[in-house]
């Protein structure tokens, strides 16, 4: 599989990067060489730097719903992190760790010395390791359904509470299966590459409310970032270095700066559970009426948490 890089030029389809910014008015595309990995990133507005992380099985057109109205205020800095879309896919380093050094590295070759940084999933879990690992550089933080990983996830069921695992999925007693199959090295790639739309079409449908708010372009557009074995295998590289990302966890010191978390009807009560304990100065905020992809069913609701709170 060929990646882009700052020289290269992506072929073009409707799925392709040069077509996807044309949704982002005034946003473009870059591809650079970052920590020994070529990442793409797209960048749009002008203000304090904002850094946004998608998380899984998305890629930085994620934001598509709230891009254009954080770029009133900030210069938006979305990336495709190691392993996603255009980005390299190299076999390790998808320790948070190690990932949140490739945003190190991108902000400093930018120019920039302090920055917002903003996650969602996946996402989340490199921006708080960022803020852990790189406090002098994060102004604030922003989590969305999603937490750096904890010695919680070592009790996540196996096997399903009787009448927990319907159509949708169950917030207070919640069962991720693909947190286990991720797990597994080489056979998801196997029986997902050519039909990962099957998968996303599912996941959409357990955790979301209202999964319509999830168009069938979306989908289109993720399932062809994920449909190859080098994609399925970098992306579930996020899942299988949660080991190496709880041991990290053990040495961290409190988070100094100020927190947002925002938490839809699944995660709010295990974000309000695990993250007072790592952030002091913690504002925490439920959207209810969402499930976890919540920038596409509660977009307003989320920019004005996000705005006002980087905005004080």
Known sequence: MTHPNENSIPT???????????????????????????????EGGSGMPLICLPGWPQTWYS???????????FRVIIVDIRGMGSSEKPLEGYDKKTMATDILRLIQQLGYDKIHIMGHDIGGMIAMSFA??????????????????????????????????????????????????????????????????????????YVMIDDRKMSGFDREVYAAAYNDADSIRASNGWYQTFGQDIEDSKSYQQLSMPVLAIGSYISYNYMKMGLPAVAPDLKLIEISDSGHYLYEEQPEQVLRAVLSFLGK
């Open 132 to 205: 852990f690992n790189y406090p002098q550089h994060t102004e604030k933080l922003v989590v969305l359904d999603g937490s750096h990983p904890g010695e919680g996830m070592l009790y996540m069921p196996l096997v399903p509470a009787p009448g927990s695992f319907g159509a949708m999925m169950d917030a207070a007693r919640p069962y991720a299966w693909w947190m286990g199959f991720n797990q597994v090295k080489g056979l998801p790639e196997k029986l997902l590459e050519g039909r990962f739309e099957h998968l996303l079409d599912w996941l959409f449908n």
């Open 12 to 42: 073009q389809n409707t799925f392709d990067d040069d077509e996807l910014i044309k949704n982002f008015p005034d946003f473009k595309n870059n591809y650079s060489t970052i920590n020994g990995v070529s990442l793409h990133y797209v």
């Open 63 to 73: 934001y598509h719903p709230i891009a254009s109205e954080l770029a009133k205020t």
